[in-house]
C-alpha cells in the first residue's frame, strides 16, 4: 500500500565535528521519503522555490516517488543551517529562512486523498488539520509536531491528537507537551486525547512505543560513527510507516517489528550527511541489520529454581 506524506522539502546547511555539507537535500518529506520507498510506495506533497535544484530530486524519482503533489512557488526555498557540536542529539540552529514555505497550504491531489497511510510531518499543527479536511478515511493517520508548534500553537496541537492515530515526538518534546516529567506519564497524558500509539523518540538512547495496555523499547542500533543526525527521525517515521503500509498490518506485533524498521532506517541516515546513505543503502543491507538488531535485544528466559 502507498504512503502519503505532508512536508518541508528543503535544502539544508550542517556541520558537525566530521565535516560540512552545502545546500544538500534536507527536509522532513525528503528524509521520510528516502527511507520509507525501500519499503513501499510514497508520494509527496510540500512546496519548493524557483531556486530549488529540482534535479537533484531524480534518484528518488527513481525510485517510485512521486512528486506530483510537489508545487514550485516563485520565491526562495526553504533553507536550514544548523551546527552539531560533540552532543550530536542537539543541534545548533543558525540560520532558518522559510521562503516559499512560510505560504505553504498543502493542497492534496484528488488521485492522493485516497492514501491509506498519512504521515504529517512536522509543519504548523493548522496546516496538518487542513490536511486531515482533504483526505478519505485514511487506515492509519500518524503525526509529527516540534517544541515551536507546541509553545506557539498549543490549542491547534491539542485539537490535532483528537484526529490522529499515532503520534511521534521526542522526549523534550513529550515533556514540554504533557508537563510531565515521567515519559510513561507523558504518553498516558497523550493518548488520552486521541492517538491510540505514541512513539517518544530518545536519539541516540532508542525509542519507545506505547499503547494503552503495553510498552516497547527499541535501541538505537550502536554504530561506530554518526555522521550527521539530522533528519533521523524522519528517517525513522520513514521506515515505520513504510513497514506498516508495505505490510498492511496493524497488530500491535507488526508494530513492534515496524519500531525496529524505524530504528534500522533512522540509523543509516545518521551515517552521513543529508540522505546519502539512505539513497546507497540496498535491501540486503537493511535485512542484515534487521537480523542484528534481533540478536542485538534477544535473551534466553531462564526462571532460578
Avoid at 169 to 185: C, F, I, P
Wanted: net charge neutral.
Amino acid at each position: 500500500m502507498s504512503v502519503l506524506v505532508v512536508g518541508s522539502v528543503a535544502l539544508d546547511s550542517v556541520e558537525t565535528p566530521f565535516g560540512k555539507a552545502d545546500d544538500v537535500l534536507g527536509g522532513s518529506a525528503t528524509f521520510f521519503s528516502a527511507s520509507a520507498s525501500h519499503l513501499t510506495k510514497v508520494s509527496v506533497v510540500g512546496v519548493i522555490g524557483s531556486d530549488y535544484p529540482v534535479a537533484k530530486l531524480d534518484p528518488l524519482k527513481k525510485r517510485g516517488v512521486d512528486f506530483s503533489g510537489l508545487e514550485r512557488a516563485e520565491g526562495t526555498s526553504f533553507r536550514w543551517r544548523g551546527r552539531y557540536r560533540h552532543d550530536l542529539n542537539s543541534a545548533e540552529t543558525l540560520e532558518t529562512h522559510l521562503g516559499v514555505f512560510s505560504h505553504f497550504s498543502p493542497k492534496i491531489p484528488d488521485k492522493l486523498r485516497s492514501s491509506p497511510y498519512l504521515f504529517l510531518a512536522n509543519i504548523d499543527p493548522r496546516l496538518q488539520l487542513d490536511v486531515l479536511q482533504q483526505v478519505k478515511k485514511p487506515k492509519l493517520v500518524a503525526c509529527d509536531t516540534m517544541n515551536f508548534w507546541i509553545q506557539s500553537r498549543r490549542a491547534d496541537v491539542l485539537a490535532l491528537l483528537e484526529h490522529v492515530d499515532l503520534v511521534t515526538l521526542n522526549d523534550s518534546e513529550a515533556r514540554q507537551l504533557t508537563e510531565k516529567v515521567n515519559l510513561v506519564q507523558a504518553a498516558q497524558w497523550i493518548m488520552a486525547r486521541g492517538p491510540r500509539h505514541v512513539i517518544i523518540k530518545k536519539g541516540e538512547h532508542g525509542a519507545f512505543m506505547f499503547t494503552e495496555k503495553s510498552i516497547f523499547f527499541a535501541p538505537a542500533f550502536p554504530l561506530e560513527s554518526v555522521f550527521d543526525p539530522t533528519g533521523a527521525g524522519d528517517a525513522f517515521a520513514g521506515g515505520f510507516i513504510g513497514y506498516l503500509a508495505a505490510t498492511g498490518d496493524l497488530s500491535e506485533a507488526n508494530m513492534r517489528r515496524a519500531v525496529i524498521y524505524g530504528s534500522v532506517m533512522g540509523s543509516f541516515a545518521v551515517e552521513k550527511f543529508s540522505i546519502e546513505r539512505l539513497m546507497t543503502v540496498t535491501r540486503a543491507e537493511i535485512d542484515q541489520r534487521m537480523r542484528d538488531m534481533r540478536r542485538l535485544v534477544a535473551f534466553e528466559e531462564e526462571l532460578p529454581a
